[in-house]
């Protein structure tokens, strides 16, 4: 018997129920940061750059990443006990997925979003108790720091880091969106808030006959342009930068909106549908995806708790299931819709005009 498995008594039923319970799901919760945190640390230290070119051993791979002595075999075997490195006669090396993912130095690298969750959600997720009592955002807003996206979008450093991070998170999404919609009845398409353009990158290399269009605040132009041009896209794929709220949206039969309307609140997620609808041709289609909440709300732990991230990062921005999703395509006048997962926790919610 595992040690841990208590006996416990339920002396509420008629018979005495013995079942045996254990707390290891609840102790593997509530220490799950640490796993998390040593994860972001290796990130923020350069561990799977430093062996991108093959195995090191431990005092090797020490040095190279500049820690101190007392706990640097601790930190690596927890690495190998966690999954994301492996250890052998030869030293460490990193798993297949993270050699892939992990490594600084290739394009699919994943981890931009990763170390802003180490810069700055990490810590302002210590502040989720006052988020749930006040409402109130939990993150650089709240200690009167700027803005933070007004802050990296004034920056073309910062902008970059976040907008490849965004592509981390979506390059799934944007494969599975490429074959999980009937493209070939369609010629324009264009993605609202499309950050460094994944989505439309990944579509266009997969439907030669469509033209598309990234849409986006201006700042992001340039990183959009040069991520197009290194897909080799440039000819097929521009940019147009203005507010989705208030300037015109560029002509398209389908539009797609990723990650979006969980930033919004309720009236702002409805008056975007309402624009996109007013947009669209007869025939044309609207395309959101997003880490929705399962309709039962209980299973899609991400979507859930991607809500809750967006209590720390907006004032009224909250997630939605598809069926919320449905309901408000309805009433923006669309006379149809479904619901169709893409990749992890992504599902797209169609909506034909
Ligand atoms: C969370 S990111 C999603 C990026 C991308 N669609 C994806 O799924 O990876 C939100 C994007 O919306 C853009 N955005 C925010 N407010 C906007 C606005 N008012 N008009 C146009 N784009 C906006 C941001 O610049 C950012 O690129």
């Not at 409402?135 to 933070?148: A, D, T």
């Not at 009224?316 to 923006?332: E, L, R």
């Amino acid at each position: 018997m595992n040690t841990s498995q208590i006996t416990a008594v339920d002396n509420t039923a008629d018979d005495i129920v013995h079942e045996l319970l254990s707390p290891d799901a609840i102790l593997g919760l509530g220490f799950g940061f640490w796993g998390s945190k040593t994860l972001l640390s290796a990130i923020e230290l350069g561990v799977f750059g430093a062996l991108a070119d093959g195995p090191l051993g431990a005092e090797e791979l020490r040095t190279a990443v500049g820690i101190h002595p007392r706990s640097a075999l601790d930190f690596f075997d927890a690495l190998v006990a966690l999954g994301m490195l492996t250890r052998d006669d030869a030293g460490y090396s990193n798993t297949p997925e993270t050699g892939l993912f992990l490594d600084p130095a290739k394009p699919s690298y994943v981890g931009g979003i990763l170390e802003m969750n180490n810069d700055r959600l990490y810590g302002f997720w210590n502040s989720l108790t006052e988020g749930l009592r006040t409402s109130e955002p939990q993150n650089e807003v709240k200690s009167g720091g700027r803005n933070y996206f007004a802050d990296i979008y004034a920056e073309p450093g910062p902008l970059h880091s976040f907008l490849a991070g965004m592509s981390g998170i979506s390059i799934g999404a944007s494969v599975a969106l490429a074959d999980a919609f009937p493209w070939d009845s369609h010629q324009r398409f264009c993605d609202l808030g499309t950050a460094q353009g994944m989505a439309p990158a990944k579509i266009a290399q997969r439907h030669p006959h469509l033209a598309g269009i990234g849409f986006d605040l201006p700042p992001v132009g340039p990183v959009f342009e040069e991520f197009i041009e290194a897909q080799g896209l440039a000819g097929r794929v521009s940019f147009a930068g203005g507010d989705f709220f208030t300037d015109p949206l560029p002509e398209a039969d389908v539009y797609l909106m990723g990650h979006i309307l969980h930033n919004w609140s309720l009236p702002e997620k409805q008056a975007l549908l309402r624009r996109v609808y007013d947009a669209l041709p007869d025939g044309g289609a609207l395309i959101v995806y997003d880490a929705l909440i399962d309709d039962e709300r209980r299973s899609n732990t991400f979507g859930l708790l991607m809500s809750l991230n967006m209590l720390i990062e907006t004032p009224a921005g909250v997630g939605y299931t598809g069926a919320d999703c449905q309901a408000w395509m309805s009433a923006a006048g669309f006379r149809d819709s479904y619901v169709k997962p893409l990749a992890g926790p992504d599902f797209m919610v169609v909506g034909l005009k």
